[in-house]
Protein backbone atom coordinates (compact mmCIF):
# COMPACT_ATOMS: atom_id res chain seq x y z
CA UNK A 1 0.00 0.00 0.00
CA UNK A 2 3.07 2.57 0.85
CA UNK A 3 4.89 1.74 -2.37
CA UNK A 4 1.53 1.99 -4.30
CA UNK A 5 1.32 5.64 -2.92
CA UNK A 6 4.64 6.52 -3.26
CA UNK A 7 4.42 5.75 -6.92
CA UNK A 8 1.62 7.45 -7.16
CA UNK A 9 2.54 10.34 -5.45
CA UNK A 10 6.14 10.24 -8.27
CA UNK A 11 3.57 10.40 -10.88
CA UNK A 12 1.74 13.47 -9.38
CA UNK A 13 4.54 15.32 -9.27
CA UNK A 14 5.77 14.56 -12.90
CA UNK A 15 2.33 15.72 -13.86
CA UNK A 16 2.61 19.17 -12.20
CA UNK A 17 5.88 19.04 -14.24
CA UNK A 18 4.36 18.06 -16.89
CA UNK A 19 1.35 20.82 -16.90
CA UNK A 20 4.53 23.61 -16.61
CA UNK A 21 5.75 22.23 -19.97
CA UNK A 22 2.47 21.76 -22.18
CA UNK A 23 0.63 25.26 -20.78
CA UNK A 24 3.82 27.63 -20.91
CA UNK A 25 4.66 26.09 -24.64
CA UNK A 26 0.94 27.27 -25.53
CA UNK A 27 1.33 30.58 -24.27
CA UNK A 28 3.70 31.03 -27.27
CA UNK A 29 0.90 30.51 -29.60
CA UNK A 30 -0.97 33.64 -27.92
CA UNK A 31 2.19 35.97 -28.35
CA UNK A 32 3.32 34.66 -31.55
CA UNK A 33 4.62 36.78 -34.34
CA UNK A 34 2.23 37.59 -36.97
CA UNK A 35 4.21 40.66 -38.93
CA UNK A 36 0.73 42.62 -39.07
CA UNK A 37 -0.30 45.70 -37.04
CA UNK A 38 -3.84 45.04 -35.07
CA UNK A 39 -5.97 46.99 -38.09
CA UNK A 40 -4.24 44.61 -39.94
CA UNK A 41 -5.10 41.61 -38.29
CA UNK A 42 -8.69 42.95 -37.83
CA UNK A 43 -8.40 42.99 -41.99
CA UNK A 44 -8.13 39.31 -41.68
CA UNK A 45 -10.35 37.85 -39.35
CA UNK A 46 -12.34 35.19 -40.26
CA UNK A 47 -9.37 33.80 -43.20
CA UNK A 48 -8.43 30.47 -42.73
CA UNK A 49 -4.70 31.71 -41.35
CA UNK A 50 -6.50 33.73 -38.94
CA UNK A 51 -9.22 31.39 -38.01
CA UNK A 52 -5.68 29.11 -37.35
CA UNK A 53 -4.24 31.03 -35.23
CA UNK A 54 -7.18 31.92 -32.93
CA UNK A 55 -7.57 28.25 -32.25
CA UNK A 56 -4.21 27.72 -31.72
CA UNK A 57 -4.20 30.47 -29.29
CA UNK A 58 -7.81 29.40 -27.98
CA UNK A 59 -6.93 25.68 -27.29
CA UNK A 60 -3.26 25.87 -26.25
CA UNK A 61 -2.49 28.78 -24.54
CA UNK A 62 -5.12 31.08 -23.09
CA UNK A 63 -7.07 28.06 -22.29
CA UNK A 64 -3.79 26.21 -20.60
CA UNK A 65 -2.85 29.66 -18.15
CA UNK A 66 -5.50 28.81 -15.54
CA UNK A 67 -4.13 25.24 -14.49
CA UNK A 68 -0.20 27.97 -13.55
CA UNK A 69 -2.55 29.25 -11.16
CA UNK A 70 -4.33 26.70 -9.69
CA UNK A 71 -1.36 24.28 -9.36
CA UNK A 72 0.60 27.27 -7.49
CA UNK A 73 -2.17 26.84 -5.36
CA UNK A 74 -2.35 23.24 -5.09
CA UNK A 75 1.82 23.57 -3.64
CA UNK A 76 1.06 26.41 -1.61
CA UNK A 77 -1.71 24.61 0.67
CA UNK A 78 0.86 21.66 0.68
CA UNK A 79 3.79 23.46 1.90
CA UNK A 80 4.78 23.90 5.63
CA UNK A 81 6.54 26.94 4.57
CA UNK A 82 4.14 29.13 4.40
CA UNK A 83 2.85 29.22 7.56
CA UNK A 84 6.10 31.28 8.17
CA UNK A 85 5.06 34.50 6.48
CA UNK A 86 8.03 36.38 5.98
CA UNK A 87 10.68 33.77 4.99
CA UNK A 88 7.44 32.73 2.68
CA UNK A 89 7.58 36.37 1.18
CA UNK A 90 11.56 36.53 1.10
CA UNK A 91 11.01 33.30 -0.96
CA UNK A 92 9.09 34.32 -3.64
CA UNK A 93 10.35 37.69 -3.86
CA UNK A 94 13.64 35.84 -4.82
CA UNK A 95 11.44 33.49 -6.84
CA UNK A 96 9.11 35.41 -8.63
CA UNK A 97 9.01 39.22 -8.40
CA UNK A 98 12.57 39.44 -8.83
CA UNK A 99 13.16 37.64 -11.96
CA UNK A 100 9.92 39.58 -13.32
CA UNK A 101 11.48 42.88 -12.70
CA UNK A 102 15.00 41.73 -14.04
CA UNK A 103 13.45 40.22 -17.46
CA UNK A 104 11.25 43.23 -17.65
CA UNK A 105 14.70 45.56 -17.70
CA UNK A 106 16.34 43.17 -20.15
CA UNK A 107 13.05 43.38 -22.44
CA UNK A 108 13.73 47.18 -22.54
CA UNK A 109 17.29 46.77 -23.07
CA UNK A 110 16.81 44.53 -26.08
CA UNK A 111 14.00 44.91 -27.50
CA UNK A 112 13.69 48.82 -26.61
CA UNK A 113 17.30 48.77 -27.74
CA UNK A 114 16.69 47.13 -31.12
CA UNK A 115 14.15 50.10 -31.53
CA UNK A 116 16.50 52.46 -31.51
CA UNK A 117 19.62 50.95 -33.46
CA UNK A 118 18.22 48.51 -36.07
CA UNK A 119 14.97 50.51 -36.66
CA UNK A 120 12.34 47.73 -34.85
CA UNK A 121 9.20 48.56 -34.46
CA UNK A 122 8.87 47.65 -31.06
CA UNK A 123 7.50 50.54 -28.10
CA UNK A 124 10.65 52.55 -26.45
CA UNK A 125 10.89 54.77 -23.08
CA UNK A 126 8.05 57.62 -23.78
CA UNK A 127 8.89 58.80 -20.19
CA UNK A 128 10.26 57.94 -16.97
CA UNK A 129 6.58 57.23 -15.90
CA UNK A 130 6.37 54.35 -18.63
CA UNK A 131 9.64 52.92 -17.59
CA UNK A 132 8.29 52.52 -13.99
CA UNK A 133 5.53 50.76 -15.27
CA UNK A 134 6.87 48.26 -17.51
CA UNK A 135 9.75 47.46 -14.80
CA UNK A 136 7.38 47.14 -11.95
CA UNK A 137 3.68 46.85 -13.62
CA UNK A 138 1.88 48.81 -11.36
CA UNK A 139 -1.15 49.42 -12.68
CA UNK A 140 -1.55 48.82 -16.49
CA UNK A 141 -0.18 45.81 -18.72
CA UNK A 142 3.23 46.29 -20.03
CA UNK A 143 3.91 47.30 -23.94
CA UNK A 144 6.71 44.35 -24.21
CA UNK A 145 6.86 41.84 -21.54
CA UNK A 146 2.79 41.43 -21.68
CA UNK A 147 2.75 37.55 -19.67
CA UNK A 148 4.38 39.11 -17.16
CA UNK A 149 1.15 40.37 -15.05
CA UNK A 150 0.73 36.43 -14.41
CA UNK A 151 3.80 36.97 -12.52
CA UNK A 152 3.01 40.22 -10.85
CA UNK A 153 -0.85 38.71 -9.70
CA UNK A 154 0.71 35.32 -8.51
CA UNK A 155 3.13 37.40 -6.63
CA UNK A 156 0.31 39.49 -4.97
CA UNK A 157 -1.83 35.90 -4.41
CA UNK A 158 1.76 34.37 -2.58
CA UNK A 159 1.52 37.60 -0.38
CA UNK A 160 -1.76 36.62 0.95
CA UNK A 161 -1.50 32.96 0.74
CA UNK A 162 -0.58 32.57 4.50
CA UNK A 163 -3.78 33.95 5.30
CA UNK A 164 -5.42 31.95 3.12
CA UNK A 165 -4.14 28.38 3.46
CA UNK A 166 -5.37 28.72 7.12
CA UNK A 167 -9.13 30.42 6.13
CA UNK A 168 -11.91 27.75 6.25
CA UNK A 169 -13.64 26.37 2.92
CA UNK A 170 -16.39 28.88 3.33
CA UNK A 171 -14.65 32.06 3.38
CA UNK A 172 -12.21 30.72 0.17
CA UNK A 173 -15.34 29.78 -1.72
CA UNK A 174 -16.01 33.66 -1.20
CA UNK A 175 -12.98 35.08 -2.16
CA UNK A 176 -13.22 32.24 -5.52
CA UNK A 177 -16.93 33.78 -6.31
CA UNK A 178 -15.23 37.13 -5.99
CA UNK A 179 -12.65 36.86 -7.90
CA UNK A 180 -14.36 35.29 -10.56
CA UNK A 181 -16.86 38.30 -10.47
CA UNK A 182 -14.19 40.82 -10.55
CA UNK A 183 -12.61 39.04 -13.92
CA UNK A 184 -15.98 38.87 -15.24
CA UNK A 185 -16.81 42.28 -14.40
CA UNK A 186 -13.43 43.76 -15.52
CA UNK A 187 -12.99 45.33 -12.30
CA UNK A 188 -9.44 43.95 -11.20
CA UNK A 189 -6.87 47.00 -12.46
CA UNK A 190 -4.66 48.50 -10.65
CA UNK A 191 -4.63 46.01 -7.78
CA UNK A 192 -4.93 42.69 -9.86
CA UNK A 193 -4.20 42.38 -13.31
CA UNK A 194 -6.31 39.92 -14.13
CA UNK A 195 -8.36 38.49 -11.07
CA UNK A 196 -8.78 35.03 -12.56
CA UNK A 197 -5.30 34.13 -11.57
CA UNK A 198 -6.65 34.63 -7.89
CA UNK A 199 -9.47 32.68 -8.61
CA UNK A 200 -7.61 29.59 -9.99
CA UNK A 201 -5.11 30.13 -7.10
CA UNK A 202 -7.59 29.76 -4.67
CA UNK A 203 -9.48 26.85 -6.57
CA UNK A 204 -6.16 24.96 -5.98
CA UNK A 205 -6.25 25.34 -2.58
CA UNK A 206 -9.59 24.44 -2.36
CA UNK A 207 -8.75 21.39 -4.82
CA UNK A 208 -5.79 20.11 -2.44
CA UNK A 209 -7.90 20.24 0.44
CA UNK A 210 -10.70 18.06 -1.37
CA UNK A 211 -8.39 15.88 -3.19
CA UNK A 212 -9.40 16.67 -6.55
CA UNK A 213 -6.37 16.56 -8.32
CA UNK A 214 -6.48 12.83 -7.94
CA UNK A 215 -10.11 12.53 -8.75
CA UNK A 216 -9.52 14.43 -11.54
CA UNK A 217 -7.10 12.67 -12.92
CA UNK A 218 -9.02 9.27 -12.33
CA UNK A 219 -12.06 10.97 -14.73
CA UNK A 220 -12.04 8.59 -17.95
CA UNK A 221 -11.42 10.75 -21.41
CA UNK A 222 -15.41 10.57 -21.92
CA UNK A 223 -15.98 12.62 -18.83
CA UNK A 224 -12.97 14.90 -19.35
CA UNK A 225 -12.99 15.63 -22.67
CA UNK A 226 -16.18 16.55 -23.78
CA UNK A 227 -16.74 19.76 -21.36
CA UNK A 228 -13.64 21.26 -23.37
CA UNK A 229 -14.44 20.09 -26.44
CA UNK A 230 -18.26 21.90 -26.75
CA UNK A 231 -17.37 25.23 -24.63
CA UNK A 232 -14.20 25.33 -26.90
CA UNK A 233 -16.29 25.10 -29.57
CA UNK A 234 -18.67 28.12 -28.70
CA UNK A 235 -15.57 30.20 -27.84
CA UNK A 236 -13.98 29.55 -30.51
CA UNK A 237 -16.93 30.83 -32.32
CA UNK A 238 -17.66 34.00 -30.70
CA UNK A 239 -13.91 34.63 -31.06
CA UNK A 240 -14.25 34.27 -34.98
CA UNK A 241 -17.68 35.85 -35.30
CA UNK A 242 -17.18 39.08 -32.79
CA UNK A 243 -20.44 40.17 -31.56
CA UNK A 244 -21.92 36.83 -31.51
CA UNK A 245 -22.09 36.88 -28.13
CA UNK A 246 -24.65 39.93 -27.31
CA UNK A 247 -23.02 41.73 -24.18
CA UNK A 248 -19.34 41.82 -22.61
CA UNK A 249 -20.34 40.33 -19.37
CA UNK A 250 -21.42 36.89 -21.87
CA UNK A 251 -18.41 36.56 -23.48
CA UNK A 252 -16.39 37.25 -19.79
CA UNK A 253 -18.90 33.95 -18.24
CA UNK A 254 -18.31 32.21 -21.43
CA UNK A 255 -14.22 32.54 -21.39
CA UNK A 256 -14.20 31.79 -17.03
CA UNK A 257 -16.22 28.63 -18.20
CA UNK A 258 -13.82 27.48 -20.76
CA UNK A 259 -11.08 28.54 -18.70
CA UNK A 260 -12.76 25.73 -15.92
CA UNK A 261 -13.07 23.44 -18.37
CA UNK A 262 -9.32 23.56 -19.73
CA UNK A 263 -8.11 23.22 -16.12
CA UNK A 264 -9.67 19.71 -15.78
CA UNK A 265 -8.64 18.28 -19.17
CA UNK A 266 -5.06 19.67 -19.37
CA UNK A 267 -4.33 18.14 -16.05
CA UNK A 268 -5.94 15.39 -17.05
CA UNK A 269 -3.82 15.20 -20.11
CA UNK A 270 -0.89 15.86 -17.91
CA UNK A 271 -1.40 13.09 -15.84
CA UNK A 272 -1.52 10.87 -19.26
CA UNK A 273 1.93 12.09 -20.49
CA UNK A 274 2.95 11.41 -17.07
CA UNK A 275 2.68 7.44 -18.03
CA UNK A 276 3.50 8.25 -21.68
CA UNK A 277 6.79 7.64 -23.23
CA UNK A 278 7.13 11.47 -23.70
CA UNK A 279 7.38 11.91 -19.73
CA UNK A 280 11.18 11.67 -19.88
CA UNK A 281 12.06 14.59 -22.59
CA UNK A 282 9.00 16.70 -20.83
CA UNK A 283 10.71 16.86 -17.34
CA UNK A 284 14.00 17.21 -19.00
CA UNK A 285 12.62 20.26 -20.40
CA UNK A 286 10.43 21.15 -17.60
CA UNK A 287 13.47 23.22 -15.03
CA UNK A 288 13.44 25.64 -18.36
CA UNK A 289 9.85 26.71 -18.35
CA UNK A 290 10.21 29.63 -15.72
CA UNK A 291 12.61 31.29 -18.73
CA UNK A 292 10.87 29.89 -21.09
CA UNK A 293 7.80 31.97 -19.98
CA UNK A 294 9.97 35.22 -18.97
CA UNK A 295 11.85 35.10 -22.40
CA UNK A 296 9.89 34.07 -24.98
CA UNK A 297 8.22 37.11 -25.94
CA UNK A 298 11.79 38.95 -26.09
CA UNK A 299 12.93 36.26 -28.39
CA UNK A 300 9.65 36.65 -30.65
CA UNK A 301 10.05 40.92 -30.60
CA UNK A 302 13.83 40.27 -31.68
CA UNK A 303 13.98 36.54 -33.61
CA UNK A 304 10.17 36.96 -35.15
CA UNK A 305 10.76 39.59 -37.73
CA UNK A 306 14.04 37.61 -38.87
CA UNK A 307 12.47 34.52 -39.26
CA UNK A 308 9.64 36.64 -41.02
CA UNK A 309 11.53 37.68 -43.79
CA UNK A 310 11.80 33.57 -44.68
CA UNK A 311 8.29 32.66 -44.09
CA UNK A 312 6.12 36.01 -44.32
CA UNK A 313 4.21 37.39 -42.41
CA UNK A 314 0.14 36.17 -41.19
CA UNK A 315 -1.39 35.99 -45.14
CA UNK A 316 1.64 34.60 -47.04
CA UNK A 317 1.31 30.69 -48.70
CA UNK A 318 4.50 29.44 -45.93
CA UNK A 319 3.25 31.65 -42.50
CA UNK A 320 0.74 28.60 -41.41
CA UNK A 321 3.88 26.55 -40.84
CA UNK A 322 6.32 29.04 -39.18
CA UNK A 323 3.05 29.52 -37.09
CA UNK A 324 2.80 26.16 -35.92
CA UNK A 325 6.55 25.73 -34.89
CA UNK A 326 7.48 28.72 -33.14
CA UNK A 327 6.82 27.26 -29.64
CA UNK A 328 9.66 24.57 -30.97
CA UNK A 329 11.83 27.33 -32.23
CA UNK A 330 11.54 29.35 -28.77
CA UNK A 331 12.27 26.15 -26.66
CA UNK A 332 15.10 25.42 -28.25
CA UNK A 333 16.39 28.62 -28.15
CA UNK A 334 15.79 28.69 -24.72
CA UNK A 335 17.20 25.43 -24.32
CA UNK A 336 20.36 26.46 -26.09
CA UNK A 337 20.24 30.12 -24.08
CA UNK A 338 19.77 28.51 -20.73
CA UNK A 339 22.07 25.78 -20.87
CA UNK A 340 25.01 28.38 -22.01
CA UNK A 341 24.05 30.59 -19.17
CA UNK A 342 24.34 27.65 -16.68
CA UNK A 343 27.57 26.95 -17.90
CA UNK A 344 28.69 31.11 -17.82
CA UNK A 345 26.90 32.19 -15.16
CA UNK A 346 25.07 30.08 -12.91
CA UNK A 347 24.16 32.48 -10.31
CA UNK A 348 22.60 34.45 -12.84
CA UNK A 349 20.89 31.71 -14.61
CA UNK A 350 19.51 30.37 -11.19
CA UNK A 351 18.02 33.95 -10.48
CA UNK A 352 16.80 34.48 -13.98
CA UNK A 353 14.93 31.40 -14.12
CA UNK A 354 13.21 31.59 -10.30
CA UNK A 355 15.64 29.10 -9.46
CA UNK A 356 15.27 26.35 -11.65
CA UNK A 357 18.22 26.47 -13.71
CA UNK A 358 21.65 25.35 -11.59
CA UNK A 359 25.02 25.22 -12.76
CA UNK A 360 25.41 21.96 -15.06
Not at 8 to 34: E, N, P
Not at 109 to 123: D, I, R
Not at 195 to 205: E, V
Request: glycine share 8%; aromatic share 10%; with cysteine.
Amino acid sequence: MARTLTIHAARRSDAISIARVICILGVVYVHAWTGLSGHDLESLRGTPQDSLRWGLMEIFGRSAVPLLGLISGWLVQGSSRTHDWFRHVVRKARTILLPMILWNALAILFVSGAAWALGLSAPVPSSTGWMFQELFIVSRNPDINVQMPFLRDLFLCMLAAPLFVRLPGWALAWVAATAALCQIMGWGPPVLMRPAILFFFIIGIIARREGLADRVAAMPWTVAAPPFALLMTAQLYSSLHPGVVSSGVGTAVLDMTVRIAAALFFWRFAWSLAASPARGMLLRIEPFAFFLFCSHLILIWLGGPALGIVFGKLGSPFYPAYLLVQPLLVLATVLLLGSLLSRAAPGLAKLLSGGRLMAG
